[in-house]
Antibody
C-alpha cells in the first residue's frame, strides 16, 4: 500500500525558509523510474507544480520558483525534503507531495499540509 | 513553457446530464502524458484519466477522455451527485510539469 504524508510548520514568517518533509511508504525511491514531486495550491486556486526528484537523483524545478527551491531525498528514510527560501504571504498554500509514474501522472498523493505565511 | 487552458471555468449542470470539459495546450502535447484529476473540497486531487483516455483504477466508465495535439477533452456522461467537483488537466514534460487552472463543475 502506497502512502505519502507531508510534515512541516503550519506558520512561517515572511523572509523565513520553509522546510517540508514528505515521508512515504509502499515504494522505494531507489527503484528505476520512481519519482516524487511537490505541488502547491493556494486557497481556492489552481494547482502549481514546484519540484520533482527522480530515482537517479535528477532534480527539476518550476521555472518561476527555481531560485528559491531545493529538493532532496533520503532513500534510507523514505523521505523527500523541499526547502523554499524567502517566504512571502503569497506563498500561503496547501503543499502536496505525490508519487509520479513513468507515464508522468501523479498516482498517489499525500493529504497536503497548509502553510500560512504571516508575521 | 507549455500552458494548459481549461474551459469553461465553471460548468453548471444537473445530475443525469452529460458534461464536456476542455483542456487546450499552447503547444502540441504527447497524448501519453496528458492526465485528468478530480478534486473535492478539503481533499487531495484524485487521478481520473491518464495517457489521455485511460481510466484509473476504480474510476467509473461514465468518465472518458479523448484528444490529441493541443486539444483534449474529459467527458462525463450521466452526472452523479458525487461528480460535482473541480477538474484539472496536467501535462508531464521531461523537465517540467504543468496544470490547467481547473474547471468547477457545479450543481445547477
Amino acid at each position: 500500500q502506497v502512502t505519502l504524508k507531508e510534515s512541516g510548520p503550519a506558520l512561517v514568517k515572511p523572509t523565513q525558509t520553509l522546510t517540508l518533509t514528505c515521508t512515504f511508504s509502499g515504494f522505494s525511491l531507489s527503484t528505476d523510474g520512481m519519482r516524487v514531486s511537490w505541488t502547491r495550491q493556494p486557497p481556492g486556486k489552481a494547482l502549481e507544480w514546484l519540484a520533482r526528484i527522480d530515482w537517479d537523483d535528477d532534480k527539476f524545478y518550476s521555472t518561476s520558483l527555481k531560485t528559491r527551491l531545493t529538493i532532496s531525498k533520503d532513500t534510507s528514510k523514505n523521505q523527500v525534503v523541499l526547502t523554499m527560501t524567502n517566504m512571502d504571504p503569497v506563498d500561503t498554500a496547501t503543499y502536496y507531495c505525490a508519487r509520479i509514474t513513468p507515464l508522468g501522472y501523479f498516482d498517489y498523493w499525500g493529504q497536503g499540509t497548509l502553510v500560512t505565511v504571516s508575521s | 513553457e507549455i500552458v494548459l487552458t481549461q474551459s469553461p471555468g465553471t460548468l453548471s449542470l444537473s445530475p443525469g446530464e452529460g458534461a464536456t470539459l476542455s483542456c487546450r495546450a499552447s503547444q502540441s502535447v504527447s497524448s501519453d502524458y496528458l492526465t485528468w484529476y478530480q478534486q473535492k473540497p478539503g481533499q487531495a486531487p484524485r487521478l481520473l484519466i491518464y495517457a489521455t483516455s485511460n481510466r484509473a483504477t476504480g474510476i467509473p466508465d461514465r468518465f472518458s477522455g479523448s484528444g490529441s495535439g493541443t486539444d483534449f477533452t474529459l467527458s462525463i456522461s450521466r452526472l452523479e451527485p458525487e461528480d460535482f467537483a473541480v477538474y484539472f488537466c496536467q501535462r508531464y514534460g521531461s523537465s517540467s510539469i504543468t496544470f490547467g487552472q481547473g474547471t468547477r463543475l457545479e450543481i445547477k
